[in-house]
């Protein structure tokens, strides 16, 4: 007989206590911390913390140059500020990311236009990008999805056809690799974010890489309000020359980024041992898919995704009520698991209103305005639309939790899939917290 679920009284497989914490907090972690404040420089474009993790990112992940900001969002705007995107202009990026990919480009006066995804990987799918392009493209910014390499050569290629910039974002992919390359260095600068679920953390901030000395000096301006500094004395003189920003980090995060950077390796490579001893359990499992590793790359598993198939399950239920009826099923079994995105970027309110700046409608009417018409109409993007009915995140897999954590996590899918009717009775039941949102920290 099939043992009971949690969701109907039975004993969960996992507790929230079995999860250990993310980021680690060591002693490096500790020595750096305090290295900054027995020095009393807490901030500074040059401060020491921040110059020496520039310089260690650049070494880590073989680029020329590199300048941390306050975030990853600040990276990727002052990466389309640097390589020239301005109003009206068109940048094109993945319909399955983070906001962020999308309103950078908003935030530069620019119009984002998506391209929908491989079904494998969940990134951009290069097949369908060179139908968005236009004569208004500027820019291109293939996504680095849950730390799977998106397929750079053919983007990389198309954007060198039509002399467009290719900005990776790899806020969720650091360490990853792309036929021996980390991700970040293959186009014309690379952007990531240190928020506190990255594989690496600072709290918060972000970091721009490049091999150009032009994109290099545009960014130190754009970081720092266009403000020019004097040759000779290295000071600020007050006086901008462009428009720039305040995009600077700080010495506490930056600290904090420099210890966990000497665990990247190591953290990767326990989160990249469970993902596959994970999957080799789910792929057991029928109507469970466990995430894939495109071949001559590096996945870095920032999030395990799973999809669930009713049909290969052997049930006749529409997906979306499947998926969230499993997810159910799991979070109460112990599991932290639960959507991230719940639709295609394009989807979202902002691109269905195209309100723009306040309800001005801007930055689309500079186009609209010449009677080019812009479309975010859902449909127009099949795949990420699937995959968003049918996805959950599997969260914990990181160092410090082990292989025998993955085992129960495994076990869990094992006890609702061997006991599917009565997971799948619970369907309409009220979501549970966490089933369909962020489940570490506050979003
Ligand atoms: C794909 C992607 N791009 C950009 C960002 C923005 O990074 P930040 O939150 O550091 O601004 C994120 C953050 O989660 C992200 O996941």
């Known amino acids: 007989m099939a043992e009971k679920l949690a969701i109907d009284g039975g004993k969960p497989v996992l507790t929230r206590k079995d999860f250990k914490n993310w980021p680690i907090i060591g002693s490096d972690e500790r020595r750096l911390v305090n290295e900054v404040l027995d020095r009393g420089i807490v901030a500074g474009g040059t401060a020491p913390q921040v110059m020496a993790l520039e310089k260690e990112w650049a070494a880590y992940t073989g680029a020329k140059y590199c300048l941390t900001t306050c975030s990853g969002t600040a990276a990727l705007h002052m990466a389309l500020a640097a390589v020239g995107v301005g109003p009206g202009d068109e940048v094109i990026t993945s319909a399955f990311t983070f906001l962020a990919s999308a309103s950078c480009a908003i935030h530069q006066n620019a119009i984002p236009v998506f391209v929908d995804i491989d079904p494998k990987t969940f990134c951009m799918d290069p097949a369908r990008l060179e139908a968005a392009i236009t004569p208004r493209t500027k820019a291109i910014i293939p996504?680095?999805?849950?730390?799977?390499?998106?397929?750079?050569?053919?983007?990389?290629?198309?954007?060198?056809?039509?002399?467009?910039?290719?900005?990776?974002?790899?806020?969720?992919?650091?360490?990853?690799?792309?036929?021996?390359?980390?991700?970040?260095?293959?186009?014309?600068?690379?952007?990531?974010?240190?928020?506190?679920?990255?594989?690496?953390?600072?709290?918060?901030?972000?970091?721009?890489?490049?091999?150009?000395?032009?994109?290099?000096?545009?960014?130190?301006?754009?970081?720092?309000?266009?403000?020019?500094?004097?040759?000779?004395?290295?000071?600020r003189v007050y006086n901008a020359s462009i428009l720039g920003y305040m995009y600077r980090n700080q010495e506490l995060p930056a600290a904090l980024t420099r210890a966990q950077l000497l665990h990247l390796d190591e953290y990767n490579r326990v989160r990249i041992d469970n993902a596959n001893a994970l999957t080799r359990e789910l792929a057991k499992i029928a109507g469970v898919i466990p995430p894939f590793c495109p071949p001559e790359c590096t996945h870095v598993y920032f999030m395990y995704n799973v999809r669930f198939d009713p049909k290969k399950a052997g049930v006749s239920c529409e997906p979306r009520r499947f998926r969230i009826a499993v997810e159910k099923a799991l979070y109460t079994e112990g599991m932290l698991i639960g959507q991230w995105q719940t639709m295609p970027v394009p989807a979202q309110d902002l691109f269905q209103s195209k309100l723009g700046y306040g309800g001005t409608g801007y930055p689309w009417t500079i186009n609209e305005a010449k009677g080019i018409h812009y479309n975010y109409d859902p449909r127009q993007f099949p795949v990420a639309q699937e995959l968003c009915d049918t996805y959950t995140i599997v969260h914990g897999i990181h160092a410090p939790n082990g292989r025998e954590h993955v085992e129960r996590m495994a076990a869990a899918f094992r006890k609702v899939f061997s006991n599917l009717d009565a997971a799948l009775k619970h369907a309409d039941d009220p979501i549970y917290p966490g089933a369909d949102g962020a489940l570490y920290g506050a979003g």
């Open 143 to 235: 996504v680095h999805i849950q730390g799977c390499p998106a397929d750079l050569d053919p983007i990389l290629a198309i954007a060198r056809r039509h002399s467009l910039a290719m900005i990776e974002d790899a806020c969720q992919a650091h360490g990853a690799v792309y036929k021996g390359k980390k991700v970040g260095t293959l186009g014309d600068i690379g952007t990531f974010s240190l928020n506190n679920f990255k594989n690496l953390c600072g709290g918060e901030g972000g970091l721009f890489i490049t091999d150009s000395e032009g994109y290099l000096e545009k960014g130190v301006l754009i970081r720092c309000f266009g403000d020019e500094v004097d040759e000779k004395s290295k000071r």
